[in-house]
């Protein structure tokens, strides 16, 4: 590889246009011009720093290799003699008004009545993930709890991934010894205390500011496996760092157009001993997020409309989830699969089948397994929930005679209680993803909140067990539910008052 050339900061500053825009950050100077584009914080943020260090803004969320994750190689200009950064060089947030607490209207009171300070309940108060939900809500700033909680166009998915395990019935078998309930379970080799796993979720630091670190830790507490993602807060040696002792950890890929940078990455992966790598295959453009959006553009507010006129190209409503797409290579397909096991020794799996035949293909293709995944309802609206699509899957590839020894079916979406665990494992899924639920337990209370949260699920898990006649997990099987409805979405159901009570609905422009 090329070195990097050495740069002073005076050189640098002559890039200061949005024309010819370098930006430092964490030593190196990075042209940005095209970045700024299509930043997830709007282009006005990277123009502010042009020929600028702005270390100090980036840091908050990103981690120090976010770029060199990203950016073509040629983009980065070089290497700046730190001895030449001068204050006048550092780029500085704009100070703004302290942020007010919390607030919330007190309950079945008049339109007028006195608005109270939100008191967010002991961490003992929590009894469910939805409870978890709630605080996240309103602790967390509104464009991150507007990245974390949208989902793709008119939502119809993001709230069918949970409805769908309530069109799923019990089935339990009595009279049967469950004075003893064993919920340990292993998948792709590594042991898990329930067959649970945390799945990637992109910049935890939006949630908290210990982000992946946190989680990572929590894992190890909690004793299941975590998923790191590609798009992280933190850098991956960082996330690395963090683990403890014996501690296995697998990873999420989105897969960039300069195929160096992502050789690199999977390399460093397998290097530092992660057992598995999880292809995120469901994403060749991202969805469109209105919560998100519409945060987007409310906090921009006229900006927006002079940055449009002067670059009529660039829309700059699109919100942190669309930012990323740039990044992620659209030309993915089959045959680059070969080329994967060519590169890496870990084990390989596909995140974000949905149908029979895709299921089929990968086993057939030779990878480990995959993950019926929607994107956590974030991509394709009206697409069917992971544990819809698993009948169907196991169906297919028991008809294509796959070995489940070589071959491990995940789902991820929707998880809230104990009973989706069961659902799904008794259908067939060696364990489930859990993304959304990690990061409202770290909004919330932090590294205590996420081990919380599992232990709650492994309560609820022991109690479905217990009252179905399975004592240990090899005992669940589809003998122990009835699916007859779950492809229907007719089925009439009781209010689901949980979550009505906090899935904030999409509002029209005239409605903010």
Not at 306 to 311: C, S
């Amino acid at each position: 590889m090329t070195a990097l050339p050495t740069l002073t900061m005076d050189e640098v500053a002559k890039h200061n246009t949005k024309e010819d825009c370098w930006v430092v950050l964490y030593g190196k100077a990075y042209d940005l011009g095209k970045f700024a584009k299509v930043h997830p914080g709007g282009a006005k943020l990277i123009y502010d720093c042009a020929g600028k260090d702005g270390t100090a803004l980036f840091d908050p969320i990103h981690p120090k290799d976010i770029m060199d994750k990203l950016l073509k190689p040629a983009l980065t200009m070089g290497v700046v003699d730190p001895a030449t950064i001068k204050e006048e060089h550092i780029a500085k947030a704009e100070v703004k008004e302290k942020k007010a607490a919390p607030k919330k209207k007190a309950v079945d009171k008049a339109p007028d009545a006195e608005i109270v300070e939100f008191v967010k309940p002991p961490l003992a108060g929590m009894l469910n993930t939805f409870d978890f939900e709630s605080v996240a809500r309103e602790v967390m700033e509104p464009q991150a709890w507007g990245y974390y909680s949208s989902g793709g166009d008119d939502e119809i998915t993001l709230r069918d991934n949970h409805m769908a395990f309530q069109r799923i019935t019990m089935r339990p078998r009595i009279l049967v010894n469950v004075s003893e309930i064993d919920m340990t379970t292993s998948f792709l080799g590594v042991s898990s205390s329930l067959p649970l796993y945390f799945t990637a979720t992109a910049l935890a630091k939006l949630a908290h500011a210990d982000g992946e670190v946190a989680i990572v830790r929590a894992a190890k507490k909690a004793g299941v496996p975590y998923m790191l993602p590609t798009l992280s807060s933190y850098t991956l040696d960082e996330m690395l760092e963090a683990r403890q002792p014996g501690q296995e950890l697998f990873s999420q890929l989105y897969v960039n157009p300069e195929r160096s940078r992502t050789q690199e990455y999977v390399e460093k992966l397998e290097k530092n001993g992660v057992r598995a790598l999880f292809i995120t295959v469901d994403a060749p453009q991202l969805g469109r997020r209105e919560k998100d959006m519409r945060n987007k553009f409310t906090q921009q507010g006229s900006d927006v409309q002079g940055d449009d006129e002067d670059e009529g190209e660039v829309d700059r409503s699109q919100g942190a989830t669309r930012a990323i797409s740039s990044y992620i290579d659209p030309a993915l397909n089959w045959a680059d699969v070969p080329w994967f096991k060519t590169i890496t020794k870990m084990k390989i799996l596909l995140k974000g089948i949905q149908c029979g035949e895709d299921a089929v293909q990968a086993y057939k293709a030779g990878v480990n397994g995959m993950v019926l995944s929607n994107h956590g309802g974030r991509q394709l609206d009206t697409c069917r929930s992971g544990i819809e699509v698993l009948p169907e899957v196991m169906q297919a590839l028991k008809d294509a005679d796959y070995d489940p020894t070589d071959f491990t079916v995940f789902i991820d979406g929707g998880i809230r209680r104990g009973a989706d665990i069961f659902k799904a494992v008794a259908l067939g899924a060696a364990a489930v993803g859990v993304g959304r639920p990690v990061l409202y337990s770290l909004a919330s209370y932090g590294e205590k909140g996420i081990v919380r949260m599992v232990h709650m699920l492994q309560d609820e898990l022991q109690m479905v067990m217990r009252l179905s006649g399975t004592p240990n997990v090899a005992s669940i099987t589809p003998n122990h539910v009835i699916t007859r409805n779950l492809a229907d979405h007719i089925v009439p159901l009781p209010v689901d008052n949980l979550v009505n009570g906090t899935y904030m609905p999409l509002m029209p422009a005239a409605r903010l």
